[in-house]
């Protein structure tokens, strides 16, 4: 990319990343490339690509050029290195692990993760990785759960749906002090809102489908390396793939034994709607996050609502530190409700507000979270993450602050 448009705000150099890449005939959107075979004049270069010995496409499995031009975007919206495309967020987790881990290594996880994450780790334990499960909101607990096999630390910035705030710079540090890959999920924060790198992230997973996509139309997953993590340190990479640029191992690696092998691939269609839907990402992020706050001190000074849990307000445990590392709090936040009250009502008395699953999207969407996204996790490991019967997590989107606050007035009444 040229000097001018490296020095190009975050929304700028978003917008205009196709056209800087000089797309087919002067368009300015990636087309849609469906081919999933490419050819070569020269049969020689066909098998040099396969090979690795020179850049170009071989099978619509591995790459695409209407993807590589959503990678292309994600790393510069992550200020990384490069960038590798999945179908999902969860596909760009399993596949990252699967391609780095051994059996006898051991993974440190946030202790309030995701439930299909939290799911797939304890999947992990079945192929003879160990894991520990611990509070991240404070790095001597990430320090005390250390072995001499702990390969990765992984935490998601902001916890869902409890909104616990990762101590996600002293992690950094600590793993850049033992040589252990750091992996920060920005799901719930975006490129916008933060950037991983800037606290030495070594890989940062986001899930597409979520905010920057932004529109419930698309599934995608997208792991990016940061380039600060030494590659030539780590004993899990395969003789085959420590050739080139060091920096490019790990990646290299995730791209063959992962994408690859298990075939998680971004579809050209998808890549298509998650790059178009990106442009308007720092809009759609500040909006939201600002209905959020609002909405989340109406909730706050309610008397039918027990607690609110939202980073953005200053009784929440993290406040702080969600100050000093978030452009904003975002726009995820959980209520719960009093004891008298049944969340199945109240949803169904809601009517801006969407009864439905997923988050980052457009709407305002709201969930009852024992009873559906974190009901396989038992109430034991619930009560553990602070999640109760009445807990409604809510993606906070972009409509007018009114008629969200008129419409949780009328269902609470």
């Given at each position: 990319m040229s000097s001018k448009s490296d020095a190009s705000g975050f929304t700028t150099t978003n917008l205009h990343a196709d056209r800087r890449d000089h797309p087919e005939h002067g368009v300015l959107h990636k087309p849609v490339h469906t081919s999933v075979a490419f050819t070569y004049d020269d049969a020689h270069d066909l098998a040099a690509v396969f090979q690795?010995?020179?850049?170009?496409?071989n099978y619509g499995r591995q790459q695409n050029p209407t993807v590589n031009a959503l990678q292309n975007r994600i790393t510069k919206m992550e200020q990384g290195l490069t960038s590798t495309a999945f179908a999902t967020g969860m596909a760009a987790i399993g596949s990252a692990l699967f391609a780095l881990l051994r059996p006898g290594d051991h993974i440190i996880s946030s202790a309030f993760l995701f439930g299909n994450t939290n799911s797939l780790l304890n999947s992990f334990r079945n192929f003879g990785i160990d894991v520990s499960f611990v509070d991240t909101t404070r790095v001597e607990n990430v320090e005390a759960a250390l072995t001499p096999a702990t390969r990765l630390v992984f935490t998601e910035t902001i916890a869902n749906p409890v909104t616990q705030v990762a101590d996600l710079k002293?992690?950094?540090?600590?793993?850049?002090?033992?040589?252990?890959?750091?992996?920060?999920?920005?799901?719930m924060t975006s490129p916008w809102l933060f950037r991983p790198a800037q606290v030495g992230a070594s890989l940062i997973v986001n899930s597409l489908t979520k905010y920057i996509g932004g529109h419930g139309n698309a599934l995608g997953g997208m792991l990016t390396d940061t380039g600060l993590y030494d590659w030539e340190k780590f004993p899990n990479i395969l003789d085959l793939y420590r050739q080139g640029d060091v920096r490019l191992w790990g990646t290299t690696q995730i791209r063959k034994k992962g994408l690859r092998d298990f075939g998680a691939?971004?579809?050209?269609?998808?890549?298509?709607?998650?790059?178009?839907?990106s442009e308007t990402l720092p809009l759609r992020m500040d909006r939201a996050a600002d209905n959020a706050q609002r909405l989340a001190e109406f909730c706050e000074s309610h008397p039918r609502i027990k607690k609110v849990y939202y980073p953005g307000l200053t009784t929440h445990p993290q406040h702080q530190l969600?100050?000093?590392?978030?452009?904003?709090?975002?726009?995820?936040?959980s209520i719960d409700l009093q004891d008298d009250l049944d969340c199945f009502?109240?949803?169904?008395q809601l009517d801006c507000v969407i009864a439905s699953s997923n988050l980052g999207d457009t709407r305002t969407l709201a969930i009852p979270v024992a009873h559906t996204i974190f009901y396989e996790m038992g109430a034991e490991r619930r009560a553990s993450m602070g999640i109760g019967d009445n807990m409604i997590r809510l993606s906070v989107g972009i409509e007018d602050i009114d008629d969200l606050l008129n419409d949780f007035e009328q269902a609470l009444k």
């Open positions: 690795g010995k020179k850049p170009g496409y002293l992690i950094g540090q600590l793993c850049a002090s033992k040589g252990i890959i750091y992996m920060v999920d920005n799901t691939t971004l579809g050209p269609e998808a890549a298509h709607h998650l790059a178009v839907g969600a100050r000093t590392l978030f452009r904003k709090p975002g726009a995820i936040m009502d109240f949803l169904n």
